[in-house]
């Protein structure tokens, strides 16, 4: 684990946004959510996805579902 809690994929995920918010790969608007707390919501999300036994979808469809859904919220 990081110093600050954070898991290593969320460090990574959290690179990966600050990246796209500087590059305007992810549009800059005056209320975007900082990097971490990105990171943090696919992380979560992404766990609730492993962990539930709740959809008849495999897991991979329902993520590949979250991150399309959370990408376009951003970039719109």
Not at 17 to 25: D, N, V
């Given at each position: 684990m990081e110093k600050n809690g954070a898991l290593p994929i969320q460090k990574v995920v959290k690179d990966i946004?600050?990246?796209?918010?500087?590059?305007?790969?992810l549009p800059a608007f005056a209320h975007?959510?900082?990097?971490?707390?990105?990171?943090?919501?696919?992380f979560i999300?992404?766990?609730a996805i492993l962990f539930a036994d709740a959809s008849v979808?495999?897991?991979s469809e329902n993520l590949v579902a979250l991150l399309s859904v959370f990408s376009r919220g951003l970039a719109n």
């Open positions: 946004i600050t990246q796209a918010y500087a590059t305007g790969e975007r959510p900082p990097p971490h707390t990105v990171a943090d919501t696919i999300s992404a766990t979808k495999p897991n």
